[in-house]
């Protein structure tokens, strides 16, 4: 009798782990996925590789290569997108200004982009471990009005950011400036832009304030799922282009992510792992 009551009062908390793990998406999990061919994994893990082969050969690909780590520390970083009770990932708070924006100590990541560019769903796929997590996504642009924060256990906070461009807050500028220039625990920000639509106007104001903030921000390319082999390949090599002549904290290797698909995910989880700290390679690769 008194030694069951623990396990009674586990049992409501195992239940629902094994309810949320029938709701995960089976490529949720890169050691779920693993069941799949080497290809396939092979271009989940590093989207970059399947489209290189049809890259003109004068073109340099090192850039695309600096972030490349081994698949034991990708699985490593994967544990941290897992919930438990002794690490909780769950949503925040969301603040309309920075000084309403909370005080945390853990290091924090921030995404931005055109509205409807894909920022929500990337969250939502990189939290897809944890189904319970609310991030609201719609075909609306300009959804995410606020800027929302979620909590992944002490290790770090993602920050999910209005979009630029049509439908933006108002206050956007207001908003999303200040906190990139003063948030003292951002450790990176995310700039999100479309692999189906190429840089726009607004996207090179974008770059233009990452880079007056002088804080190191990497590129990420989104909806990849959408677009054909060849508008990816010129896209990217613009992208690619513009990080090398245009700017100087841009992390020169762009990452490309369908949330979709779920390509590029388990890549971005252990960069993610990687710069907040969390993680330490076991290859040597630079950031
Ligand atoms: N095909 C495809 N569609 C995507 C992908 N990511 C997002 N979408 C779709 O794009 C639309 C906008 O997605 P959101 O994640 O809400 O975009 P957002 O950048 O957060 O937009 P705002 O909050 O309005 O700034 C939705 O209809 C998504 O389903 C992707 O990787 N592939
Ligand atoms: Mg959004």
């Known amino acids: 009798m008194f030694c069951r009551q623990p396990v009674q009062w586990l049992r ?3 239940q629902l782990c094994a309810l949320l793990r029938q709701r995960v998406h089976k490529l949720a999990s ?3 996925a693993s069941v799949l061919s080497p290809n396939k994994v092979k271009r989940l893990l590093y989207p970059l590789t399947d489209i290189e082969a049809y890259l003109d050969s004068s073109v340099d690909r090192t850039q695309f290569h ?3 780590p081994h698949v034991d520390d990708v699985l490593k970083a994967e544990r941290l997108f897992c919930p438990s009770p002794s690490h909780r990932i769950d949503y925040y708070t969301s603040a309309e200004r920075m000084d309403h924006s909370p005080a945390l100590k853990q290091p924090e990541v921030c995404f931005i982009g055109r509205s409807n560019v894909g920022k929500s769903s990337l969250i939502k796929c990189l939290f ?3 189904p319970e997590v609310e991030v609201r996504i719609s075909k609306t642009p300009g959804h995410t009005k606020k800027m929302n924060f979620f909590r992944v256990g002490k290790a770090f906070t993602i920050v999910d950011m209005p979009g630029y461009g049509h439908r933006a807050p108002k206050d956007f500028v207001d908003m999303v400036e200040p906190y990139l220039y003063s948030r003292k625990n951002l450790v990176r920000t995310f700039l999100l832009v479309d692999g189906s639509v190429g840089l726009q106007k607004t996207d090179h104001i974008a770059l233009e304030m990452c880079e007056e903030t002088r804080c190191p921000y990497v590129m990420v390319v989104t909806k990849i799922d959408k677009c054909g082999r060849g508008s ?3 896209n990217l090599l613009q992208f690619q282009d513009v990080i ?3 700017t100087s904290s841009c992390f020169p290797q762009p ?7 779920f390509s590029g995910i388990y890549l971005l989880r252990c960069f993610i792992a990687h710069i907040t700290g969390n993680i330490l390679l076991t290859d040597t690769c630079q950031t």
Do not use: N
Request: aromatic content about 12%; charged content about 15%; overall charge positive.
């Open 12 to 14: 409501p908390w195992t």
């Open 30 to 32: 890169l050691k779920e």
């Open 66 to 68: 600096i972030f490349h």
């Open 128 to 130: 897809s471990l944890s």
């Open 232 to 234: 990816l390949l010129t």
């Open 244 to 246: 090398k002549t245009q």
């Open 255 to 261: 990452f490309l992510v369908s949330s979709l698909k």
